[in-house]
Nanobody
Framework: QVQLVESGGGLVQAGGSLRLSCAASGRTFSSVVMGWFRQAPGKEREFVAAISWIGGLTYYAVSVKGRFTISRVNAKNSVYLQMNDLKHEDTDIYYC??????????????????WGQGTQVTVSS
């Protein structure tokens, strides 16, 4: 089991910034890729960004590329999502997730094994 705890969400004005953190514990050696997803009520979970623990390969959704940056600190088993130039449409619950293999798509939430409880991000327009 891998336990994930997100933090850093909150209320921010459009154009502002927030930094989300995700701390992993437990069988972290089984985690290969970490992802950030977001979901609004009644909508499907949407890919935001992903990063591999080894090599730091990154992937971004088109909607956030150039505004969001995913990073990791292996020694702390932590992943971060720096969100700049936030827009009202970025308002969602953001989830951190762990994927135990490089096979399959890092962009598909079905491929991820463990999830955090989520953190609310609200951007006022």
């Amino acid at each position: 089991q891998v336990q994930l705890v997100e933090s850093g969400g909150g209320l921010v004005q459009a154009g502002g910034s927030l930094r989300l953190s995700c701390a992993a514990s437990g069988r972290t050696f089984s985690s290969v890729v970490m992802g950030w997803f977001r979901q609004a009520p009644g909508k499907e979970r949407e890919f935001v960004a992903a990063i591999s623990w080894i090599g730091g390969l990154t992937y971004y959704a088109v909607s956030v590329k150039g505004r969001f940056t995913i990073s990791r600190v292996n020694a702390k088993n932590s992943v971060y999502l720096q969100m700049n130039d936030l827009k009202h449409e970025d308002t969602d619950i953001y989830y951190c997730a762990s994927k135990g293999t490089r096979s399959g798509s890092d962009l598909n939430h079905y491929e991820y094994d463990y999830w955090g409880q989520g953190t609310q991000v609200t951007v006022s327009s």
